[in-house]
C-alpha cells in the first residue's frame, strides 16, 4: 500500500502560469481533502470531497479548482498562479468524515510563485 | 480569536523529561479532538485521539477538558525521536454532514541528548 501519494513534490512557478496537484490514495477512501500549509498558520482547507464526481469548498477555495473523476484521484489546479499560492500543500483522505477517523496525508508538495 | 491555540514553542528538554502541551479550542461544540504529530518537511500523521475519560498510550497521555476547552498532551521519559510539532486538532461539523479538522498552529519539541 502506498498509501495517499501526491505528485509533484516541488515546484516552481511564475506568476500566471497554471498547473495542476494530482493526489492518489490506494486505500478505498471515500472523502479526500487539500490543505495549504503556511507559516505560523495552522493547515487550512481548499476544497474537499466526500465522494466520486462530487466536490465542494473549503475555508480558503479562491484560486483553486478541483476535481475528483476517479474514487482515487484528486485534482488541485491553480489556473492564475499568484504569490499569495506559495505554500505547502497536503492532500488527505479518510474513509468517511464520521467524527473519530483518521485522516491519512500525503507526503506534500512544496509551491513557490514568483 | 483563533479556533486552536498553541504554545508554539520551541519546548526544548533534555532526554528523560516530562514535558506539557496544551492547547485551547473556541467552539464549545466541538466534538472530536485529536493529537497530530509532523517531522521536520513531513506530512502530519495521527499521535492519538483524545477522549473525555482522558487516554494513554505508551509514554503518551491525552486529557480532554470540555468545561474549559483544552486538550493536553504529556510525554513522559523523552526520546531524541520525539522531537517534533504536535498539532492540536479538533474536529467540527461543516457543510451538512461532513467534518472539517481545525488544526493548530503546532508546538515545537526538541529533546537534547
Known amino acids: 500500500n502506498a498509501g495517499v501519494t501526491q505528485t509533484p513534490k516541488f515546484r516552481v512557478l511564475k506568476t500566471g502560469q497554471s498547473m495542476t496537484l494530482l493526489c492518489a490514495q490506494d486505500m478505498n477512501h471515500e472523502y479526500m481533502y487539500w490543505y495549504r500549509q503556511d507559516p505560523g498558520m495552522g493547515l487550512r482547507l481548499i476544497h474537499y470531497s466526500v465522494g466520486e464526481g462530487t466536490t465542494a469548498k473549503g475555508e480558503v477555495p479562491d484560486g483553486y479548482n478541483v476535481s475528483r473523476l476517479k474514487k482515487q484521484n484528486f485534482l488541485l489546479g491553480l489556473e492564475s498562479a499568484a504569490p499569495s499560492q506559495t505554500s505547502v500543500y497536503f492532500c488527505?483522505?479518510?474513509?468517511?468524515?464520521?467524527?473519530?477517523?483518521?485522516?491519512?496525508f500525503g507526503p506534500g508538495t512544496r509551491l513557490t510563485v514568483t | 480569536r483563533k479556533e486552536v491555540e498553541q504554545d508554539p514553542g520551541p519546548f526544548n528538554v533534555p532526554e528523560g523529561a516530562t514535558v506539557a502541551f496544551n492547547c485551547t479550542y473556541s467552539n464549545s461544540a466541538s466534538q472530536s479532538f485529536f493529537w497530530y504529530r509532523q517531522d521536520c518537511r513531513k506530512e502530519p500523521k495521527l499521535l492519538m485521539s483524545?477522549?473525555?475519560s482522558g487516554n494513554e498510550d505508551g509514554r503518551f497521555t491525552a486529557q480532554l477538558n470540555r468545561a474549559s476547552q483544552y486538550i493536553s498532551l504529556l510525554i513522559r521519559d523523552s526520546k531524541l525521536s520525539d522531537s517534533a510539532t504536535y498539532l492540536c486538532?479538533?474536529?467540527?461539523?461543516?457543510?451538512?454532514?461532513?467534518?472539517?479538522?481545525?488544526f493548530g498552529t503546532g508546538t515545537l519539541l526538541a529533546v537534547q541528548p
Open positions: 483524545v477522549y473525555s
Open positions: 488527505a483522505s479518510s474513509y468517511r468524515a464520521v467524527l473519530t477517523y483518521e485522516q491519512y
Open positions: 486538532v479538533v474536529n467540527e461539523r461543516y457543510g451538512g454532514a461532513t467534518n472539517k479538522l481545525i
